[in-house]
């Protein structure tokens, strides 16, 4: 089969399909002026590199290579669409969402390519860092000035390279008056100290540019059953156990006329609640619907029932999942989102 003509199989033909022989691209796709444009904001610094951007199976740059992997699922709209069915959405989709990932993307290549957390001056300002990864739980200040705010879930406290990036990130985007936005920060001055060391780097060629094997990094000689198995596995995290009693008080309602079954009502709602809960938390889609397949199975359990045209409903079921969902986030078991 032509690789062309994988696009128009069904999503279970489609995911019988090693991901490394769809011959996927980024040259011609609407892709390439988005990363060319951050080569230009680049330039437009005064900054000469402009690391190198492949496929990979997700947004990240390896450790210790100065080069850029944007998952492969965005570099064609049939991907897209399953990435969206198997992950109910499509990280870094939207062109403002794409850049913000880049620019962040960007700044963990320079750290590689001019080895900046090996200056004195970086480590006292982000914190030491090392070799190990972004850790994959982290309690959040969601107050804190000492952090820009760029991608979600207060992000740049993670890590101090993490809080590099995302400074760099702020730093490079066009049009932000980041001086105006983070005056009496503490952050403004990482912002300025990011501002003092990219005006050292101006014009220079990196220092370390290792040699590398772009298929050592991409990890897609999987077929795309597999990758999704694995990547809906990462995602289910097991929430706290949340109480019968909450329930149980939540669907007073007794069995009768005008009342339906409580699981009825999750499922009727369950797209409306899933949006509400996910724009007020920034929790993933798939992790919150898991969630709601667990309440709604207990519901059944529970033979619990709620008036059918109760118009305040919808506003505490939400708030309740909401405050399930916060406080699994915010009690030392904070998730990455990347």
Request: aromatic share 14%.
């Amino acid at each position: 089969m032509e690789a062309a003509d994988w696009a128009s199989l069904s999503d279970e033909e489609l995911l019988e399909r090693r991901i490394s022989k769809l011959g996927l691209r980024l040259e011609g796709t609407p892709l390439e002026p988005l990363i060319q444009q951050v080569y230009d904001e680049l330039s437009a610094k005064g900054l000469a590199f402009h690391p190198p951007t492949h496929i990979g199976d997700e947004w990240f740059v390896p450790i210790g290579i100065p080069a850029i992997f944007i998952p492969f699922f965005l570099v064609h709209d049939r991907l897209r669409a399953l990435e969206r069915t198997m992950m109910l959405e499509v990280e870094g989709e939207t062109t403002e969402w794409f850049m913000k990932l880049m620019r962040h993307e960007a700044a963990h290549a320079y750290s590689y390519a001019y080895q900046l957390q090996r200056k004195k001056k970086w480590q006292q300002t982000f914190g030491q860092t090392s070799d190990e990864e972004t850790p994959s739980f982290y309690r959040p200040r969601p107050f804190s000035r000492s952090y820009v705010m760029h991608l979600d879930d207060w992000y740049a406290q993670s890590h101090p390279d993490e809080d590099f990036a995302e400074t760099f990130a702020i730093w490079l985007t066009p049009e932000l008056d980041w001086r105006k936005r983070y005056a009496g920060w503490k952050a403004l001055q990482k912002l300025e100290y990011v501002e003092e060391l990219m005006r050292e780097l101006a014009g220079k060629a990196p220092m370390h540019t290792p040699k590398y094997r772009v298929a050592e990094y991409n990890f897609l000689n999987v077929k795309l059953k597999t990758y999704y198995a694995r990547k809906r596995r990462l995602y289910e995290d097991t929430y706290p156990d949340f109480y019968d009693a909450d329930l149980r008080q939540l669907f007073s309602a007794p069995a009768g006329p005008g009342r339906i079954n409580a699981s009825s009502y999750l499922r009727r709602t369950r797209r409306r609640l899933l949006n509400s809960v996910c724009q007020w938390t920034n929790e993933k889609k798939f992790r919150v619907n898991k969630l709601l397949a667990r309440l709604i199975d207990r519901c059944d359990e529970l033979e619990l029932h709620v008036l059918n045209d109760d118009p305040q409903q919808d506003f505490r079921v939400s708030s309740f999942i909401t405050t399930l969902v916060m406080n699994y986030l915010f009690t030392g078991k904070f998730k990455r989102t990347k």
